[in-house]
Nanobody
Framework: QVHLVESGGGLVQAGGSLRLSCAAS????????MGWYRQAPGKQRELVAT???????NYKDSVKGRFTISRDNAKNMVYLQMNSLKPEDTAVYYC???????????WGQGTQVTVSS
C-alpha cells in the first residue's frame, strides 16, 4: 500500500501563489509517476500536472507557465508551485501515485485551494 499526505492548501487572492506538498510512504518503487489532480464543486476531477521518476512532466494547458511540478525522489515528495492563481483554480487538489508494479493508482485525502477575486 501507498499512503499520500498533502499539505499547503489555503486561501489566497487572485494573482497570489501557493505551494502544495505531498509526502508518499509505503510501497514506493523507484519507477513511478506522481502528480496532482483537482476537483472543483460540481465538476469532474481533472489532471493538473504529473511528473515521472525520471523527471518528465505533463501539464494541463490552462496551468502551463503558471504552475510547476517538481519532486524529490530521495524524500518521496512531490510539489506543486502555483503562481498567478486565478479564481478558476479553486478546487480540492489531490496527490496521486502510480507505478506499473502496483494494480492501481493511490490518492491522497486532498487539500483545499481557494482563490478569491
Amino acid at each position: 500500500q501507498v499512503h499520500l499526505v498533502e499539505s499547503g492548501g489555503g486561501l489566497v487572492q487572485a494573482g497570489g501563489s501557493l505551494r502544495l506538498s505531498c509526502a508518499a510512504s509505503g510501497r514506493i518503487f523507484s519507477t513511478n509517476s506522481m502528480g496532482w489532480y483537482r476537483q472543483a464543486p460540481g465538476k469532474q476531477r481533472e489532471l493538473v500536472a504529473t511528473i515521472t521518476s525520471s523527471g518528465s512532466t505533463n501539464y494541463k494547458d490552462s496551468v502551463k507557465g503558471r504552475f510547476t511540478i517538481s519532486r524529490d525522489n530521495a524524500k518521496n515528495m512531490v510539489y506543486l508551485q502555483m503562481n498567478s492563481l486565478k479564481p478558476e483554480d479553486t478546487a480540492v487538489y489531490y496527490c496521486t501515485y502510480q507505478t506499473d508494479y502496483l494494480e492501481h493508482a493511490y490518492w491522497g485525502q486532498g487539500t483545499q485551494v481557494t482563490v478569491s477575486s
